[in-house]
Structure formats: structure tokens, C-alpha cells
């Protein structure tokens, strides 16, 4: 069998690792060969890629970033000429496809890529989805590999952050990524012991946050950590950080810093569980090819390994459940969502 393989959308630590999976176990394996296509769809329709060897897989396993290179080129979104809409990137991507004899296409990617995924599934291609984004906010899986490197770099950054606030008796606010979704200011912020952590799937009070806040200084707490995602609701282009923290300052007085940790939280090398999680669906991908089992997007559920249809995880997102427990311990420790008056 003859095989592509691709990564989509925003990096994330563990691309490499899951290129490897899914090359080393198709090719010592199976027996099949292996074109990687250059910066997402991108090379596809541009019919940009390399047969991948196994040597090239050595050492890349710890690398950040992605070998193949990764764009946010979406083939399927077209621009209407008059009442005709222009569709030639789709026709490009399949007739590419069917030159180079591929039994079978790979795509590594978030949200966006099992959509594209599932359009061409449909389009009559063998598809198969691999879910990676550190936003973790990918449908039918329990978790996305890139999600906990993104975590433990969050989560350091937030430890860090503590020991300036107490030198200085200040409030701190740090914006992490997360796009719409709130699972790693969640995660980060419970980690790290953060005290007020806003998402976007809990609606937040302005008068909740300054009453949490004054509540905590009048206990004599000597600083305050705000962990809030990027997709909170805000007002005008500010970013979340400089809103909330304007709030903050504005409403209380208090000597206030934000912090927007940014792209720092994509790079560098995968964590071990990163690791693991980006070579089992890997290798777990090269094998539903070997079954012929197309339209799928590999999926964790506890702790097994299964997939789910490309139909399905193409068209929702996952999201924070507020009634989830994870909510519930959070407030246990103290923290506030900024939802209780
Ligand atoms: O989806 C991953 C992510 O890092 C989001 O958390 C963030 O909102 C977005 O990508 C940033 O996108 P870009 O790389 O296009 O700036």
C-alpha cells in the first residue's frame, strides 16, 4: 500500500512523534510506502511531498514542531465568483491523490483538519484522522497528544509567577491559549493553584471577580493568581489579560501584572505522555489502514485506544462540561470560577 500523511492547523509538541508512529509501523510493518506532504493541505493540492524513509524517523521522536511543516490552508472554504463558486482546490487535492496511487491519507490535526478530513472522506478519499492541539478540545476523544506538553509548560509558567507575586504583593493574571475551549486554564489553573480561573464555558460576574478578590485580600492574603483562557467573553480588541486585568485594577486597586503566555506553549519537546499518546495513534493509525478501516479519526477512551467516524468528530467540538467534577473540586480548594456572587 502507498500512504500519505500530513499535519494541519497550529502545532503542537508530539507532530514528529505521531509522524513516526504511523511511518515506522506502516513501513517495518506492513510494508507499505510512505509520502509526507509539505505545510498541511497545502502540499496536497500543490502536490508538494517526499517518500518519507525509515532513517529519517531517527531522533525525531523528542523534536518539537513538525518535520512536514503545517499550515491553516482550509481546501474546502471557497471564495464565490458570482453565483459560481470557485472549487478547484478539492478537484487538485484528489487528482493528486490518484496520481500518486495512495491507498490511503493520514491527517494529523485539531478541529479543523478532521473537518477538512471528513470533506474529503467524503469526496471518496481513504481518510483517516489523528487528533493533536494542546487545546484539547477535540470531539470523541478523551484527549489530544500536545495538550499535556502545553499543560506542564502552562503549569510552570504559573509556579513561576507565584513567588514574584508574593515578593511584590501583587495580583497576577496570565492568559493561556485554549482557542474556545477552557481545558488547559483549567487544568493549569487547578495545577498550579490558581485562584481565580475564568473559561469560556463558565460565564464570569465583573462584580464576582472583585468581590472574590477583596474577599481575599481582607483575609490577608498577600497575592492573587488569575489563570483565564483566551476565548473568555471580553469587550472591544483588547486581549483577555489586559481586559480582566484593567478590570481588576480599576475595581480594586490593587497592584495588578498580566501575563500572555503565548506561543511558548506550542513549542519545544513533547512531554512523555506526549510522547506515548502521539506513537499509539500512530501506530494505531498505520494499522486501521492495514484493516482498511477508512473515515475514522483515532480516538482515546480511558485508557484504550478506538476510533471514531470522521462524520462525527469533524462536526463538533469538545468543550468543558461546567458541571463536570474537575469544576467542582476546583471550588473545593478555593478557587473561583468568578460565577458566585
Ligand atoms: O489551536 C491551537 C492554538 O494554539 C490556539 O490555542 C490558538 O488560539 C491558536 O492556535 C493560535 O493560532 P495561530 O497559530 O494561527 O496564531
Not at 99 to 128: R, S, W
Not at 157 to 170: C, E, G, M, Q
Not at 290 to 313: D, H, P, Q
Request: aromatic share 8%; net charge positive.
Amino acid at each position: 500500500m502507498k500512504i500519505g500523511i500530513l499535519t494541519a492547523g497550529g502545532d503542537c509538541p508530539g507532530l514528529n512523534a505521531a509522524i513516526r508512529g504511523v511511518g515506522k509501523t506502516a513501513m517495518v510493518e506492513f510494508g507499505m510506502r510512505v509520502y509526507g506532504f509539505a505545510s498541511g493541505f497545502s502540499g496536497l493540492i500543490d502536490n508538494d511531498y517526499i517518500e518519507l524513509t525509515e532513517g529519517q524517523f531517527s531522533g525525531m521522536l523528542t523534536e518539537g514542531g513538525t518535520l512536514l511543516g503545517t499550515s491553516r490552508e482550509k481546501p474546502f472554504k471557497h471564495k464565490k465568483n458570482g453565483a459560481k463558486p470557485v472549487y478547484t482546490k478539492p478537484d487538485k487535492i484528489k487528482e493528486n491523490y490518484k496520481n500518486l496511487e495512495l491507498d490511503a491519507l493520514v491527517c494529523i490535526g485539531g478541529n479543523g483538519t478532521q473537518k477538512t478530513a471528513n470533506l474529503l472522506a467524503q469526496e471518496g478519499l481513504n481518510v483517516i484522522g489523528i487528533p493533536k492541539t494542546i487545546d484539547n478540545d477535540v470531539w470523541g476523544t478523551d484527549m489530544t497528544f500536545g495538550f499535556d506538553s502545553a499543560l506542564q509548560i502552562a503549569t510552570d509558567a504559573i509556579d513561576r509567577l507565584h513567588s514574584t507575586a508574593n515578593s511584590h504583593k501583587r495580583t497576577m493574571v496570565i492568559e493561556l491559549m485554549g482557542h474556545h475551549a477552557g481545558w488547559l486554564a483549567l487544568n493549569a489553573g487547578l495545577a498550579s493553584g490558581g485562584d481565580l480561573i475564568l473559561i469560556p464555558e463558565i460565564p464570569y460576574q465583573k462584580e464576582a471577580i472583585i468581590r472574590y478578590l477583596k474577599k481575599r485580600h481582607a483575609m490577608k492574603k498577600p497575592y492573587s493568581i488569575v489563570v483565564i483562557a483566551e476565548g473568555i467573553r471580553k469587550e472591544g480588541k483588547r486581549s483577555a489579560a489586559a481586559y480582566i486585568g484593567d478590570l481588576i485594577k480599576n475595581e480594586t486597586g490593587f497592584e495588578t501584572r498580566e501575563t500572555i503566555l503565548g506561543y511558548i506553549q506550542r513549542g519545544g519537546t513533547p512531554s512523555p505522555t506526549d510522547r506515548i499518546l502521539a506513537t499509539r495513534f500512530g501506530a494505531y493509525a498505520a494499522e486501521m489502514i492495514a484493516r482498511r478501516e477508512f473515515g475514522k479519526m483515532v480516538a482515546l477512551k480511558g485508557s484504550c485506544l478506538t476510533s471514531i467516524s470522521l462524520e462525527e468528530a469533524g462536526t463538533r467540538t469538545r468543550v468543558v462540561d461546567p458541571d463536570q467534577p474537575l469544576i467542582r473540586m476546583a471550588r473545593y480548594m478555593g478557587a473561583s470560577f468568578g460565577d458566585e456572587l
